[in-house]
């Protein structure tokens, strides 16, 4: 009985884990090239604003966290640097910078939604029209499907 109680814990263990590491590589796996340093340049043609993802924020930790340049300009937002890599990455416009969880979802219904964020060494994300950067202040990356805060960055 003891052994088919340690088999039945080790399996469950071994599947709980495989399932675990399936949801962190799987982005990876999965995930568009990054952008070239020309698509990087591009959009640097229209920059208005500039700041940072840092890796010392808050609700950072060693498997979320950022840390690079963000410029913003009307028609898109260009971030060179890394972000930690995870399914379902979408980038946010924020009426003031957020470093946790909690001030992400006190301040939601004032924050704009950019568009997906689809890679993690550099990423390119098209600005929409109706959008004005200069209306907010800071840019975040949230993980929609877990409800995680990832990274942000004030950039006015």
Same mark, same amino acid.
């Given at each position: ?6 088999? #039945?814990? =080790?399996?469950?263990?071994?599947? #709980?884990?495989g399932? !675990? $590491?399936?949801?962190?590589?799987? %982005?990876?796996?999965t995930?568009? +090239? !990054? %952008?070239?340093i020309k !698509?990087? =340049? ?10 940072r993802?840092q %890796? ?5 930790? *060693? ?6 340049v ?7 937002v ?6 930690? @890599?995870? %399914? ?5 416009? =924020?009426?003031? $910078?957020?470093?946790?969880?909690? +001030? *992400? ?10 568009? !997906?964020?689809?890679? *993690? +060494?550099?990423?390119v994300?098209e $600005?929409p029209?109706?959008?004005? @950067?200069?209306?907010y ?7 929609? =499907?877990?409800?995680?805060? #990832? ?6």
């Open positions: 009985m003891k052994k088919i109680l340690l088999l #039945i814990v =080790s399996h469950l263990f071994i599947a #709980i884990f399932f !675990a $590491m399936g949801l962190y590589t799987l %982005p990876i796996l995930a568009p +090239d !990054a %952008p070239d !698509a990087l =340049s591009m959009g640097e043609q229209q920059v208005l604003f500039e700041g993802f %890796p010392d924020l808050k609700d950072s930790d *060693f498997l979320h966290k950022g840390d690079g963000l410029k913003v300009g009307s028609k898109r260009v971030f060179e640097g890394q972000i930690s @890599p995870g %399914p379902d990455y979408i980038l946010y416009l =924020s009426p003031e $910078m957020v470093e946790t969880k909690v +001030d *992400f979802l006190r301040l939601e219904a004032d924050m704009v939604q950019v568009g !997906a964020v689809k890679t *993690f +060494d550099n990423f994300v $600005m029209a109706h959008i004005n @950067p200069a209306d202040k800071a840019a975040i990356v949230w993980c929609e =499907s877990f409800g995680v805060f #990832i990274t942000a960055g004030a950039y006015q």
